[in-house]
């Protein structure tokens, strides 16, 4: 009975079950005038069942349409449709005025009218009667599962509701107030019908029965039961004079009854399809019964004929697969055709870019001519054309182009023409297309590629002169001025050299209006700036630019029918441009590089006060790759450390990235956490050691790339460098010899680090008052007109920021880590308390530290074994402390139960007290579930910084496939901070990649008590 009863709610809820004709009709209600209303999936069509022909239709509905309710003036109707587990929805259409009403948090199966209100009710047990004028909802509450009928009382002062838990309730539709209840039913119910004269209801359900009850508004009288089908019963439905009533079953059949007598009047021919849709016409001639092969059939009541079969009108949707052609040129009008299937039902096209005008022209179902109007002013790229009509829209894409196109050659053009727009194709991974235009002496000269139809290339382009050197560089865009006569060489390629079919690319080349930069990159807040423009075939040479804006709010610039843009940012303190001698600190200055030059700005500080000195450029969309040092008054390099080398070691096994954080050491036995090591010009920091031989030495690192200090940049180390160990001076000591070298170490970055990419940045503490010099310059020797900077000196303004991405799925009785990534800012290197707020009831989450200097930490968010799922809208989120004064937070996602799963792990004690310097052991286990046989790898998340887990080995901690337990030794070092850590024991599912989290228990680190002396 489950599994017919599952089958029934699967054809209820339009789920596709074996091949069928067309979509499955889910739901039929007739109008007043005789027309048929069908819903098909989310569309929803009128029909004629005289013809078959559709006479209207709607826009589609979010999700299956499961039920339509008819006003009783048959002028509008009402639909409840969604899909299981997702906000449900209720529609009215009166007319053209379509509007959706509140439709709860689950699917909706019964829907009706009330006098001028809609009542709805469906999977989340909730009657909602509804104002569609006002949209004020009223809610009933007391059906324990999920309600599958609803039927309106014919005076429409009462609603009947019937449902899963096996009864009927009668409402009031005033006051959505449950009246009373008819619960004679034995098992669930999905049908209910209202007599004609509204003194009886029947309903029906998975017990097969069908029962009517005398009612009236005070309570109801069985008067009738009979066994009807051979299968859950789905529909009923009540004769215009009250004597007789109608029923489909899941068994295929649809009945006539004299329910008084509990006799049936007559049989109609079986069903050769599954069915869960049935109406009777307004003159009860007619039962329409909707089928889930995707017909109607229509039956004569009084013989039990078939006599109409109907496949609902749901025409193919059109499809295009090609436009010819495929670029038209821009501040022109041109025809291009649509090409594909079913076309003669579109009736209108548009474009969705500004100023494209396009009309659809008459033609055939496999060709429509479109006429399209292109502005002069548009940017030259991909158009995408909708072309719509009853059965759906299919769009298609074009391009735009500045000139008439050509094809390329396989390899590019090696004498190209100017005002031209090549085509062409980037076939193999590793392409290079190259062309070779003839330019004169102070030529201007724009280029922009634009991806082709359906292309991926990511352009990346490069221009040299006749003497070889690169004049220009650009993504998608570059803008030259010819230096000297002669032929200049341009090569197209993807950014990371990729290739293939989809990566075609159209190149416009010659008098192309290109925006390449401005300068200022920047504008100070709260007063409007000329900038000037940087680019060729521009129609001005400066903009003006309203920085009446939030400091650091980019304000981006474009300009009409130019190609390429650039983006200021509204500063945050006073600006100034050109290099000067003093500058006031805090500030902004504006700078530009000239090709193997730099600039020299001065300015004066105060000693002790810590100062953040920092160039960018790469964000703000320069080409340049910006490198500041610090220099006395006397433009001297300024010492910031002494390093001396005491213990060293070797790079093995492979060459390491400049973001790698792992590196393996040819030994370590002269290493600790947090020692530091320098590799090269790299200074970096051991973050854990290696666990066993075979293993990387682990170094800090954020968002999985490496972190240099003092200043340094991250480099690319070959197998066979020397790492040394080394311990920080002061600038100036002086150091006996050791045998190793001592480094000075300057203020100077190349590459800031986290968060700063390419562009530069210093912490700088001067040591007394004075004046002091920032000279900036390029890392490559590059610059030119486009080389353009912003230096801030500002105050330090230590801070952090938290992060956490998680959405957490916990399991009830077992737990989930979230880990939170604290951003650190401006030399901030405390401990940061975090814990989490807004936390369920039946969950729980220990609060705990990030470490001081270390950049994440875990928590732990457990549920109690009888723990229920939170509201959708539960905001959890990480609140951070330090002592900086105010707290920080991030968001978490929404907490979500899980399923069981087939394991469940636990720890076997509360706590685990072990001493600084000292080891102690964890006990956990796993109780495997449903055959599962596989190895368990373990993890052990939330030890602080200097706790970590003995003996790992080559396969980390394991528990084998012949074990459930293991005893997990963990080491404390002696300089770890002591305290309470919430730790979390985690057994991962290699298979299915799932983790299996126990509820945590406390690592207490508390020194060892203290012994009696003279014993």
Known sequence: MLMRSLLTMAIMCGVAGPAVAGPPVQAVAYRPDGMLVVAVDRKVIVLDPATGKVLQRFAECPGPVTAIGISPDGK????????????GVVRVIRGDQVTDLPGGTDSQYGVGFAGPRVVAAGYDRLVRIIAPDTKAVQTGKDHSDAIYGLAVHPAGKLVATC???????????????????????????????????????????????????????????????????????????????????????????????????????????????????????????????GRHDGTVTLHDTTTGKLTKTITPAVEPPPKIVRVEPTGVVRSQTATVTLHGQNLDTLNAVRANADGVSARLGSGTSRARPVELTI?????????????????????????????????AGPDGLPEATSDVTYVG?????????????????????GIAVTAGLGSKIEPALELTGPDGRVVAEGRASLAATAPADGTYT???????????????????????????????????????????????????????????????????????????????????????????????VPVTANGRITAGAGNVWGFRAKGGVPLVIEAMARAHGSPLDPVIELLDGRGRPIEQARLRCVAKTTMVLRDISATSPALRLEAWNELAADDLLLIGREVIKIRALPGHPDADCDFYAVDGRRLAYFGTTPELHP??????????????????????????????????????????????????DGTFQVRVTDARGQGGELYSYRLTIRPAEPDFALRSTMNPKVVPGQASTLTVTAERRDGFEGPIAIRLEGVPVGFRCLPTTIGAGQNSGTLTLAADKDAVEPPADTALRVVGTANLGAERTAQVGPVKLAMPADMVTFVDQPDLVISPGRAGELKMHIERRDGFRDRVPVEVRGLPHGAYVLNIGLNGIMITEKETARLIPIQVEPWVVPGDYPIAVVAKHEGKKTEHTAPPILLRIAPPPATSAGK
Request: hydrophobic share 40%; proline share 8%.
């Open 163 to 289: 449902a899963a838990d096996r009864t009927v309730k009668v409402w009031d539709v005033d006051t959505a107030r449950r009246i009373y209840t008819l619960s004679d039913a034995t098992d669930w119910l999905y049908a209910v019908a209202y007599s004609p004269d509204g003194k009886r209801v029947a309903a029906g359900g998975v017990d097969r029965a069908i029962r009517v009850w005398d009612v009236d508004e005070a309570g109801g009288k069985l008067i009738a039961t009979f066994f009807a089908h051979d299968g859950a019963v789905l529909r009923l439905a009540f004769s215009p004079d009250g004597q007789s009533l109608y029923s489909l079953g899941e068994d295929r059949a649809v009945k006539r009854w004299d329910w008084a007598r509990g006799a049936e009047k007559g049989a109609f021919a079986r069903l050769t399809s599954d069915a869960a849709a049935m109406t009777l016409s307004t003159s009860g001639k007619t039962l329409a019964v």
């Open 425 to 445: 194709k980037l076939a193999r991974p590793g392409d290079v297309h190259t062309y070779r235009y003839v330019l004169k002496s102070k030529q201007e000269f």
């Open 719 to 768: 197998i066979g460098a020397t790492a040394y160990k080394v311990r920080v001076y002061p600038p100036g000591t002086d150091l006996p010899p050791n045998g190793f070298p001592v480094v000075p170490v300057y203020y100077r970055n190349d590459d800031g680090g986290a968060g700063y990419g390419k562009d530069a940045r210093i912490l700088f503490t001067p040591p007394a």
């Open 490 to 584: 341009l090569q197209v390629r993807d950014r990371d050299y990729r290739g293939g079919p989809a990566y075609g690319y159209r190149l416009h080349a010659g008098a192309v209006p290109v925006l390449a930069g401005v300068f200022p990159l920047g504008v100070p807040t709260g007063s409007a700036t000329t900038v000037s423009l940087r680019g060729v075939h521009l129609p001005s040479a400066s903009r003006e630019i309203d920085g009446k804006a939030p400091s650091g709010t980019k304000i981006p610039v474009t300009l009409p029918g130019v190609v390429g843009r650039a983006e200021l940012t509204v500063g945050r303190f006073p600006e100034v441009a050109g290099p000067s001698e003093t500058l006031p």
């Open 375 to 407: 502005p002069a002013d548009m940017v030259p790229g991909l158009v995408t054309l909708s072309a719509e009509g009853p059965a759906g829209t299919a769009t298609a894409e074009l391009a735009v182009d500045v000139f008439a196109s050509r094809e």
């Open 76 to 87: 509008a109707m009402a639909l409840a449709a969604g899909r299981p587990g997702q906000p």
